[in-house]
């Protein structure tokens, strides 16, 4: 008796337990239920590389799943489709224009020499580029001063002086942008070959400057990279000569060395990139450079919206369908078992609440497939239920005791019950490594469902069954079975 009672505490404890998580953590839910957005991108062929195959595609979605990852969008699913192309939803995000930017560019970082004797024209560039950036960001403050316009105009006839003539009817922003691309791509055209690149990095990170509201971006090199920022460091250490950090074409940072490294170089293996980032940029640049760098270019072709209204609505009907199953089959099991019907139905209450707290606690992500894997585990969770009292009527039938009877009929079900499962498990393994997004969700949540059920049979029904049959007024045989199928010897 002390053991039932000690089962049916943790039983009562875990109970608990997932409806606090259930109703603090809910299940996240996929695209499909809560609307969102759609991205898909291309993949294109690069250098040597003439067609995209399945290994590059591959290698290509790795990356862009790391800075997924990194950009923090729950529950986001990236999948390939045919031989160059790739699908990502983002649950909830109503404006993919961030994701898209950061997943389409290459994010390949270099660090490069200024080349000997283009002092002058260097200085030049970097005056321009510091007025542009100060321009850029009055322009971009909510109350501008008076004087960004004159700015904005001295700023135009810097680009006609660059031989980069402004489009007509150009907004001031458009005219500032302009400038820095051209000023940026004439900066790189004064370094000398790559030297390093980010394939040496091993971390990156974003912390913010000790003066002004700016933020850098902080780097790491792995033991080969250290020696060659060092390398690099000390060439141009006490000379005019900058040291410019280039991502995917374009310069980001430039930096001198002062003379006190003209022995060693900068060791340690870490730098910093300092360019006035906002804490955002700094957080998609510090996203791009832990994932890596592109091996091929990415494109996105599509953009894509998907509405909530048409989410709520498939909520609404799978709650309907699920409900709806849920009371048919705890209908069926009490007109037709009685009492274990009764304690089958609270076994399968706890099922679906243990099901659902694994949800929020992995976390898995509800999709309309998942729901439906979840609604046929509680078939499978039933039947395991109708093999046990099955059993449990036929020891009755024979003359057997109650309690003799079920604790037989959970003997002999047992291993029927593990075969069941068993094979659906199998299913479920085969459905995960060969299927695709969707049907992947479906696969883990009817694993998930397998496995509980396994306990929620076995364990939950066996216990709360063994404590009521504690009671002497509940240790009755017509309980199990109508009395006229009854021997009449059948005794509690």
């Known amino acids: 008796m002390a053991r039932q009672q000690g089962w049916f505490a943790l039983i009562l404890a875990l109970a608990i337990a997932a409806g606090a998580l259930v109703l603090n953590v809910p299940p996240p839910l996929g695209l499909d239920l809560q609307g969102g957005s759609q991205l898909t991108l291309q993949v294109l062929p690069s250098g040597a590389i003439k067609k995209v195959e399945k290994e590059q595609l591959e290698s290509v ?6 800075r997924i990852n990194g950009l923090g ?3 986001s699913t990236l999948q390939t489709v045919g031989n160059d192309q790739l699908i990502l939803q983002l649950p909830g995000e109503q404006d993919p224009s961030r994701a898209a930017k950061v997943l389409g560019t290459t994010a390949l970082l270099e660090f490069r020499a200024q080349k000997a004797g283009t002092d002058a024209e260097m200085q030049g560039l970097l005056k321009l580029k510091r007025q542009a950036t100060a321009a850029r960001i009055k322009a971009a403050s909510e109350d501008p001063s008076p004087d960004t316009k004159i700015k904005a105009e001295e700023l135009a006839d810097a680009l006609k002086a660059l031989g980069i003539a402004v489009p007509p009817g150009s907004s001031e922003t458009d005219q500032l942008e302009l400038l820095l691309a051209t000023v940026n791509t004439k900066i790189v055209g004064l370094y000398e070959p790559s030297q390093l690149t980010g394939k040496d990095l091993v971390g990156a990170g974003r912390q913010q400057q000790q003066t002004g509201n700016g933020w850098d971006v902080t780097l790491t090199f792995n033991r080969e990279g250290g020696e060659k920022f060092a390398e690099l460091t ?8 900058l040291l410019g950090i280039v991502l995917d074409g374009r310069s980001i940072s430039e930096a001198s060395v002062g003379p006190q490294f003209q022995v060693a170089g900068i060791t ?3 730098a910093s990139i300092t360019g006035n980032f906002s804490s955002e940029e700094a957080r998609d640049l510090e996203v791009q450079l832990k994932g890596g760098s592109l091996p091929l270019p990415v494109r996105v072709i599509e953009q894509r919206t998907i509405g909530a209204t048409l989410g709520t609505e498939n909520v609404r009907r799978s709650l309907v369908a699920a409900l709806s199953g ?9 007109v037709v078992y009685r009492l274990p019907g009764v304690v089958a139905v609270i076994a399968l209450s706890l099922y679906a609440l243990f099901n659902l707290a694994i949800y929020s606690l992995i976390p898995v992500t509800l999709t309309l497939p998942g729901i439906a894997g979840f609604i046929l585990s509680i078939g499978m969770a039933v039947d395991a239920n109708v093999l046990i009292f099955e059993r449990v009527k036929e020891e009755l039938r024979s003359g057997n005791t109650l309690i003799r009877s079920m604790d037989t009929g959970f003997s002999l079900a047992f291993s029927s019950i593990i075969d069941g499962h068993v094979t659906g498990l199998i299913s479920c393994v085969a459905l995960f490594a060969l299927g695709t997004g969707l049907v992947k969700g479906f696969a883990v949540t009817l694993a998930i469902g397998l496995l509980l059920s396994l306990f929620t049979a076995l364990t939950c029904t066996r216990t709360i069954l063994r404590l009521l049959l504690s009671y002497g007024a509940l240790r ?4 199990f079975l109508p009395a006229n199928q009854l021997p009449v010897k059948a005794a509690g």
Do not use: T
Not at 61 to 66: M, Y
Not at 326 to 334: E, S
Not at 476 to 479: A, I, V
């Open 73 to 75: 969008v729950s529950e």
């Open 268 to 270: 340690g293996g870490a």
């Open 326 to 334: 849920l009371a048919l089959v705890a209908l069926f099991m009490v």
């Open 234 to 241: 000390k060439s141009i250490a006490g000379s005019n000569r």
């Open 61 to 66: 979605k790795e990356v862009l799943d790391r």
């Open 476 to 479: 009755q045989p017509n309980y």
